[in-house]
């Protein structure tokens, strides 16, 4: 088991940025794929962006690729989602998960992930 702790989020105002962070317990971290979900109010919860074990490939979403930087650091057990040109459309709250280790793909479906941190709010004032 891994657990997940995000920090990071906050008010601020459109075409600011942020970025979030989520410390994982657990010697595993490295092994497992990550990925930031969001969840606006009465929406369901829908992907942002994965990374592979080593950082060196990633995927996002259409609405924010070219805004948002996915990232991780295994050697501190953290991923980072790196948050440019906010706007109103981004508030939620956001999730970190991970994947069991023995799956190396990413993945867009919150179905293929198992650990869920409790999430940050992320609120963006136009």
């Known amino acids: 088991q891994v657990q997940l702790v995000e920090s990071g989020g906050g008010l601020v105002q459109a075409g600011a940025s942020l970025r979030l962070s989520c410390a994982a317990s657990?010697?595993?971290?490295?092994?497992?794929?990550c990925a930031w979900f969001r969840q606006a109010l009465g929406k369901e919860r829908e992907f942002v962006a994965a990374?592979?074990?080593?950082?060196?490939?990633?995927s996002y979403a259409d609405s924010v690729k070219g805004r948002f930087t996915i990232s991780r650091d295994n050697a501190e057990n953290t991923l980072y989602l790196q948050m440019n040109s906010l706007n109103a459309e981004d508030t939620a709250v956001y999730y970190c998960?991970?994947?069991?280790?023995?799956?190396?793909?990413?993945?867009?479906?919150?179905?293929?992930?198992?650990?869920w941190g409790r999430g940050t709010q992320v609120t963006v004032s136009s």
């Open positions: 998960t991970v994947r069991s280790q023995y799956y190396s793909a990413l993945a867009t479906d919150e179905s293929a992930y198992n650990n």
């Open positions: 657990g010697r595993t971290f490295s092994n497992r794929v």
């Open positions: 990374i592979n074990r080593n950082g060196g490939t990633t």
